[in-house]
């Protein structure tokens, strides 16, 4: 299956009122606040915030060379992999945190080790000056150009404003179990709207299998998205939020389009690499008339040993870019086929569709192999996506993701049939776009390339042979594959009476499919290598 599409596009950046570069924000700031210490000729820990130059960007400038991407000369923070100042990441530049004090609930206080709160002398910055000094940072920590607008910073903490989560922000995983993700804040002016990306490095230990992601974000945002680089491709992107996805070398992880948990099915993991650098993906839109909003979203991410899991789990969007809608307020429809010819099955765990504001339905079939439509197998106007709801109801702000554990078999060669409609009564025909004055034909999938034993079925523990056999119920056919594609030569099922019901099967390449429709209805012993299961057949 095609693991990844390119669908987003390049999002309008938000405007600016006429403001200096936002490295001369943060360099004025310093001058209020931190000269004192760290200026002349013997500025504390050797670090001059004051600067050479003849202009005051040449200045800011200057300072910012002796921030960006440098060690810390403190050892404990050098240790923690932090830099002074490291660009997109204001939980890994050591300068933040010695001004955070609390403005960043998510970064630990400082230790005995790291010294004291900055300044050390004097009055402590204001939260809106440690946020100036944030965004900075968030935004790349460039050293020229305008990237946020201070007035908005101002505006939020001198008179208020929405934000995402006003009774406090989700806590981490407990030590041990994961670790969380944050992409934010960023601040929207009153009816903003804004879509970001920030290229995001983990720096993990080793590598981990990923069995949970909690997604928490704002009402306000449209949906949350996480791909993970591949090859070379994240060394050509910038750090820091950014509009332009500059999607070269990339897959898809995750979609989500409202605060939800992706609990995968026993036996399978994302499976992340130590060194993988994720981009995640956010969009937001204020739908406040009157005040500024601080937009953030967080990702909690549950891990398990490497090796646990049987399979891997997969996830991809599948995009018509082609969708002409007028705007003649009359009911439009696409369709469009998804399939690769002669391609072996795959396994569906869940299904999503999903539209902008237009929308007014989002359905699924499994494709016959004459091309025409079989079963239909998901509808976003029914609850939990299962189709045959008595009243059903689109709402395309909370689309429904449709689950299938025992997992669903698809023969990838005949496919499937994707189907959105949408209602334009607005002021303007649209296509396919990123906005909400645009619209989208996106499904997306999480599947397993191998089929995965039932979620009630034994752990590992029990199955040293890595023998997986599904579904459980069966109907017409049942899978087996073997971890690490092994060969088993001997396959054979029995009624309860001990009596072989079938031919022996090998496992070519590690799995086979044993057509059982000739079976009655009742309870059987499928004996694979050294494992027997019970299997209901219906």
Known sequence: MTRFLSWLVLVPALSFAQTPASVVEVHRIFQNKCVSC???ATPAAGLDLQGTGTTELGKAQNVAGKLVNINPVNTYALSAGQKRVYPGRPDRSF????????LEPTIPSLVAQEGTVMPGTGSLLTDAEKEVVRQWILYGAKTLGTQFDKSLVDQFYTTGGETSFPLGVPPAPPAGEGFQ????PFFLPPSGEVEYFQKYELGLPANVEVNRMDFEFSPYSHHFIVYNFTGSGASAIPAGLRTNPNHSQINLVAAVQESFTLDLPNNTAFFWDKNIVLDLNTHYINYSALKPFRAEAYVNVYTQTTGTAGQQMFATLLVNP??????????ITHTRSEYQTGADSIYIWGLMGHTHKYGQGYKVWKRLPNGQRGELVYDASCPDGEPGCVAPWFDYRHIPMRYWEPLMPLKWGNGLIHEAQWVNDG??????GPTSDDEMMVLIAFYTEEPVEAVSAVGEEDNPAGVYISPNPAADVLYISVRGGQELPDVRIFDLTGREVSGRYSLSGGRAEIDISSLAPGVYVVQAGVIARKVIVE
Do not use: E, Q, R, Y
Request: cysteine-free.
């Open 38 to 40: 760290h200026g002349g």
């Open 95 to 102: 300068l933040f945190k010695k001004i955070n004090a609390g």
């Open 181 to 184: 993700i944050k992409m934010g």
């Open 322 to 331: 082609n969708i002409p809608i007028p705007n003649t307020g009359d009911l």
């Open 427 to 432: 002021p303007a025909s649209v296509n396919f």
